[in-house]
């Protein structure tokens, strides 16, 4: 058997990227499965090619779906967790972490395989270079049906890593508007690793200051808020001498997570230490006024507020705190006022539309302090702070069998409330009742 | 599936999707030389003058066309006019990340019944009602130590039993603690519950005047351990039923000397010989053209040059699914390199991607053994060999004798 053999073509990143593209939307338009891997060695080059193939996709419509792998989530068995995902056949999964998960993980791909072919699915594994040939031994079945393997070998030079960086660090990041406990852990993985493959090196200090305060900000939003704590201190070591220009944004993300944990005197130095190095930014006089306002300092609050507004007249935020001051002061109709207007200028947010409801029902406006509760329901059907409130009201209009209803639905979503139900005077009445007696327990 | 030959290389890419096996009437398929599955038919053909019904265990490479083949076989005019044909994949009722004996005989059982009394998908007949009240027993017995509850399943005869059979057959596919149950229940009284597949198979044959065949796929995909316990500790229990059974076994299970009970039964689907043995340089004509035919249904002549077609099927090594994807491959290097036509270079392109593949596998011992493969052709250390042949860096052969060479995508990788 002669053999043909032709000379190696070095492909650049965007042509192997290419690569991966073409196959997976001809196989959309084919309406056929696609098993792609897609292997690296360095964590840098993963997240460049991962990224233009993420904006190579979306350009053609397509969704993308990132998915870590993980023995503790349902995950673990991805072909039933992929069939049963709401956009089955539709979006294209990329997924990490597989090996990480161990055999249990490889086996459910072994013996499930026809799932991804039955549903069309379109996915994309990237797998570490080393993890590969294990990946085909002990799922040979599985390996079997992949379509193509490319690779993204390249190992980057520390210059490239900080060129790469100034593309990636805010990668995957979208300030405090994820909600998606995946989305999060994804961003923190990411950081992570690339943190771990930057050189302790000074002029890559800037780089590490950034990463540092992403990967603090997704740690609070996963309940971590300690280790965000830590991650942010670094960061303003770093930032120091390095970056000083992020120092504004590392004291204030340090006051956030500060008065989270219940520090509010601390939280209120951090601020006015990012107020000192930039008193432009209307975002941390308003997180100073809503610590004030906790502190019960309301006419501090007020002028926080005052300043966030002078500085950014729309500002949402501030006119919500601001307007939950004068709630607090029993000024409702002021109160009211800095709702609706919040609400001109940002219509999307639950927690407005539940603050707003809770000063029409103080102005015993109260249908229309249920349509702003339902909004606020609609708006995030995870909170469940307006379903207490609409309870709340069901009692002013003498309705039990509709409060025990809405706190029903309030305590499924947020069990920790259940104290708070079992003490507050306005439920007085129900508390001898089997069916509250059964939401408390 | 539309089953139109290709006339342009996006249409080929769709047509040499590696992933689907065919259906028994597909335009697609491809006859083989020396027709190896022809002694499996002729042999269950003449089954019926055996006093024993006979079990055959057939295993092939991966992506070598087993499922297609049974597809074939379970549609085979002849076998259905000798046979009340009862084909299924295990993998539909079972979980064969964790399967047992006790799973495949209840699944045969169950199938026979649900098959034979299915009116849309299966053959519409009705059951005994002495055979019916006979298997209620079992059913009461599951059924409350499943504490199965439900009103389908509590209605007397055929329809309860159906809803029985099919409830069961899907908590042991899903349900980690019904499986386990339910083979606990089974397992002490096996030979009991034997007898009453035996009992289904035996009405089958006298109403019908022809037995069952059952035809199980997918028994190759169970982790060599679990197969190897299937096939070797309990090989006399799935010789008991009293009909025939096709048992398709992963292709390592006859590298290993304990398999002795299940050897005669032994039936390949081998890969296609492309080179004569000990000759690698000349070629065996008839499994090249059945490699072109195999691509040349699916594909207009004008899309690929002929040396690029031969290459292509010379690189598979004769194996089906290996030369869709090459094809595939190839079809994705032309469109980039903004060709109409499959060209050399793009089949070679394509084997050199799926050589990276096989780098990234094999260990230096491997690419020791996979040498002497090479130059002795034989099996002279089955279980060395076994692993290399479960992911196909080595594949077997059969003609007038059995041979394995290395695949020739890993040729390269032992320079």
């Given at each position: ?66 998915i870590r792998?993980s023995t503790k989530t349902d995950s673990v068995d991805?072909?039933y967790y992929?069939?049963c995902h709401p ?87 979208h300030?405090n508007i994820i909600h998606d406990k995946n989305d999060l852990e994804n961003g923190i ?28 900000i997704y740690n609070d939003m996963v309940q971590k808020p300690e280790q965000g704590l ?26 956030n997570i500060l008065h989270r944990l219940g520090q509010n005197?601390?939280a ?22 809503i610590v004030?306002n906790d ?25 919500n705190g601001?307007?939950n001051?004068?709630l607090h ?19 999307t947010s639950a927690y407005i539309y539940n603050n707003q409801g809770n000063a029409l029902r103080d102005?015993?406006?109260q249908?229309?302090a249920l349509a702003a509760f339902n909004m606020a329901t609609k708006l995030d059907p995870d909170y469940a702070v307006p379903w207490l409130n609409k309870a709340l009201l069901a009692m002013q209009q003498q309705k039990p069998d509709e409060a025990i209803h809405d706190l029903t639905v309030g305590l499924q979503k947020a069990p920790q409330y259940r104290q708070w139900v079992a003490t507050r005077p306005a439920f007085v009445s129900l508390r001898g009742t089997s069916r509250f007696k059964a939401l408390l327990r | ?174 349900e980690?603690v ?238």
């Amino acid at each position: 058997m002669s053999e043909v053999t032709l000379p190696e073509v070095e492909q650049t990143i965007s042509e192997r990227v290419d690569q991966l593209a073409n196959y997976l939307l001809r196989a959309g338009k084919a309406h056929k499965a696609a098993i792609l891997f897609a292997t690296y060695l360095s964590e840098f080059t993963r997240t460049r090619a991962d990224k233009k193939l993420e904006e190579q996709l979306i350009d053609h419509g397509e969704q993308i779906v990132h998915i870590r792998i993980s023995t503790k989530t349902d995950s673990v068995d991805l072909p039933y967790y992929l069939r049963c995902h709401p956009q089955k056949g539709k979006a294209i999964f990329f997924i990490y972490d597989l090996m990480q998960a161990g055999e249990t993980a490889v086996k459910y791909l072994n013996y499930r395989r026809e799932y991804f072919i039955e549903d069309q699915q379109r996915i994309l594994f990237w797998v570490h270079e080393t993890e590969i040939g294990k990946l085909a031994r002990t799922a040979p079945d599985f390996w079997a049906f992949r379509g193509r393997t490319i690779t993204f070998l390249d190992t980057p030079t520390t210059e490239n890593k900080n060129e790469l960086l100034s593309d990636l660090r805010f990668f995957n990041y979208h300030g405090n508007i994820i909600h998606d406990k995946n989305d999060l852990e994804n961003g923190i993985r990411l950081r992570q690793e690339l943190l771990a493959e930057l050189p302790p090196d000074e002029m890559n200090n800037a780089s590490r200051a950034e990463l540092l305060y992403t990967l603090a900000i997704y740690n609070d939003m996963v309940q971590k808020p300690e280790q965000g704590l830590m991650y942010l201190e670094q960061a303003i070591d770093l930032a120091k001498p390095a970056a000083p220009h992020l120092l504004p944004y590392l004291f204030n993300a340090k006051g956030n997570i500060l008065h989270r944990l219940g520090q509010n005197i601390a939280a209120l130095e951090a601020y006015d230490r990012s107020i000192d190095i930039a008193p432009e930014e209307a975002g941390t006089h308003s997180n100073r006024g809503i610590v004030l306002n906790d502190l019960g300092r309301y006419d501090d609050a007020l002028e926080a507020f005052a300043w966030a507004l002078e500085l950014n007249p729309k500002f949402a935020n501030a006119l919500n705190g601001k307007g939950n001051t004068y709630l607090h002061l029993g000024r409702y109709e002021e109160a009211l006022d800095a709702f609706n207007k919040a609400i001109e200028h940002d219509a999307t947010s639950a927690y407005i539309y539940n603050n707003q409801g809770n000063a029409l029902r103080d102005m015993d406006r109260q249908e229309e302090a249920l349509a702003a509760f339902n909004m606020a329901t609609k708006l995030d059907p995870d909170y469940a702070v307006p379903w207490l409130n609409k309870a709340l009201l069901a009692m002013q209009q003498q309705k039990p069998d509709e409060a025990i209803h809405d706190l029903t639905v309030g305590l499924q979503k947020a069990p920790q409330y259940r104290q708070w139900v079992a003490t507050r005077p306005a439920f007085v009445s129900l508390r001898g009742t089997s069916r509250f007696k059964a939401l408390l327990r | 599936m539309n089953e139109q030959r290709a006339t342009n290389l996006d249409d080929v890419w769709i047509n040499f999707d590696p992933y689907t096996p065919l259906t028994a009437n597909s335009n697609f398929y491809v006859e083989r030389p020396g027709k190896p599955l022809l002694d499996l038919r002729r042999a269950l053909l003449r089954s019926r003058r055996l006093s024993r019904p006979p079990k055959y265990y057939l295993s092939g490479h991966r992506g070598a066309g087993k499922s297609t083949e049974m597809n074939r076989l379970a549609m085979d005019e002849d076998i259905r006019d000798q046979f009340i044909v009862i084909h299924y994949s295990i993998r539909d009722f079972a979980d064969v990340n964790d399967l047992d004996q006790v799973d495949v005989l209840f699944t045969i059982g169950a199938q026979l019944f649900l098959q034979y009394t299915d009116k849309e998908h299966g053959y519409g007949k009705k059951l005994p009602k002495e055979l019916l009240d006979e298997l209620e027993g079992m059913r009461g017995q599951i059924t409350s130590r499943l504490r199965m509850t439900n009103k389908e399943i509590s209605a007397q005869g055929e329809a309860g039993l159906r809803a029985y059979f099919l409830n069961v057959l899907l908590k042991s596919k899903q349900e980690e603690v019904s499986r386990r149950e339910i083979r606990q229940e089974l397992q002490p009284s096996i030979t009991d519950w034997l007898r009453q597949v035996n009992l289904i198979a035996a009405a089958i044959t006298k109403q019908e005047g022809k037995p069952p065949l059952v035809m199980i796929d997918d028994l190759d995909k169970p982790p060599f351990t679990t197969a190897k316990t299937i096939f070797h500790e309990y090989a006399t229990l799935l010789e008991q039923p009293a009909f025939p059974i096709v048992y398709t076994v992963p292709i390592a299970v006859f590298f290993t000397r304990e398999f002795v009970t299940i050897s005669q039964g032994r039936q390949f689907l081998p890969s296609i010989k492309l080179f004569e043995r000990h000759n690698p340089n000349q070629r065996w004509e008839a499994g090249f053209h059945t490699m072109r035919q195999f691509a040349l249904k699916r594909m207009d002549v004008n899309l690929i040059e002929m040396e690029a077609l031969d290459e292509a099927a010379k690189l598979s090594g004769g194996v089906m699914r290996d030369m869709a994807r090459l094809i595939q491959l190839a079809v994705d290097h032309a469109l980039n390199n903004g060709r109409s036509k499959i060209v050399v270079e793009d089949v070679v392109r394509s084997a050199s991607e799926l050589r990276s593949d096989f780098r990234r596998m094999l260990s230096g011992e491997d690419i020791e053994v996979l040498r002497h493969v090479r130059s002795s052709q034989e099996l002279t250390n089955p279980e060395q060999l076994a692993p290399l042949l479960y992911i196909s860096a080595a594949i077997e052969y059969v003609n007038d004798e059995s041979w394995v060479d290395v695949h020739p995508i890993v040729l390269p990788l032992l320079e």
